[in-house]
């Protein structure tokens, strides 16, 4: 029986605008500019807002859940279930990059990402589109989660309340290891 506890998180709606829905309104001027002056460059610049648009189609889906936590583990989107056993430990990393501080939460885990997660429908997408984790060498994995409807603290917050003993703040030169 689990206790109930539960986090979940979405990508936030406000940087649909900014992710998708501006490369695609891009993409539909420069691509009928490009056909109606016969200016092919404007065409291609066209098909690249197009395939970045299309890169952040989940922007498009406020309400779909894409990282949830809960005391039998993590649902990933992209990924799918990891057991909180299967986390050795996990870390929150700060990038400082002025004005813009990117924020990444690092998972290590006890072996090999296809070993330790399970593949869940719901979190899983075409690979052309953007996934929320992303696999930084066999052991670990890595979640930014700039872009997200909750705060980078209450996700950090959230990691904390499930792994207690295994959450730590790691420097930015931590990323390699």
Same mark, same amino acid.
Request: contains cysteine; glycine residues 8%.
């Given at each position: 029986?689990? &206790?109930?506890?539960?986090f979940? /998180?979405?990508?936030? $709606?406000?940087?649909a605008?900014w992710?998708?829905?501006?490369? #695609?309104?891009?993409?539909?001027?420069?691509?009928?500019?490009g056909?109606?002056?016969?200016?092919?460059?404007?065409t291609?610049?066209?098909?690249?807002?197009?395939?970045?648009?299309?890169r952040?189609?989940?922007?498009?889906?406020?309400?779909?859940?894409i990282?949830?936590m809960n005391?039998?583990g993590v649902?990933i989107?992209g990924v799918?279930h990891?057991?909180?056993?299967n986390? &050795?430990?996990?870390?929150l990393? /700060?990038?400082?990059i $002025?004005?813009?501080?990117?924020?990444?939460i690092r998972l290590? #885990?006890?072996?090999?990402l296809?070993t330790?997660?399970?593949?869940?429908?719901?979190?899983?997408?075409?690979?052309w589109?953007?996934v929320?984790?992303?696999?930084m060498g066999p052991?670990a994995?890595?979640l930014?989660?700039?872009?997200?409807?909750?705060?980078?603290?209450?996700?950090a917050?959230?990691f904390?309340?499930f792994?207690?003993?295994r959450?730590?703040?790691m420097?930015?030169?931590?990323?390699s290891e």
């Amino acid at each position: 029986m689990t &206790s109930g506890r539960v986090f979940a /998180t979405t990508y936030d $709606p406000d940087a649909a605008v900014w992710r998708l829905w501006a490369p #695609l309104g891009a993409a539909c001027i420069l691509g009928m500019a490009g056909l109606f002056l016969n200016v092919l460059p404007m065409t291609f610049i066209s098909a690249f807002f197009s395939m970045l648009a299309l890169r952040n189609w989940p922007y498009s889906e406020p309400n779909r859940v894409i990282l949830r936590m809960n005391d039998a583990g993590v649902d990933i989107d992209g990924v799918g279930h990891i057991p909180w056993h299967n986390i &050795s430990r996990a870390g929150l990393i /700060t990038v400082p990059i $002025p004005k813009f501080r990117p924020r990444i939460i690092r998972l290590e #885990l006890n072996g090999p990402l296809r070993t330790q997660a399970t593949p869940v429908k719901a979190f899983l997408r075409p690979g052309w589109q953007k996934v929320l984790g992303r696999s930084m060498g066999p052991n670990a994995l890595m979640l930014p989660i700039n872009g997200l409807y909750d705060s980078p603290q209450d996700i950090a917050d959230a990691f904390r309340t499930f792994l207690p003993d295994r959450f730590i703040v790691m420097l930015p030169g931590s990323l390699s290891e």
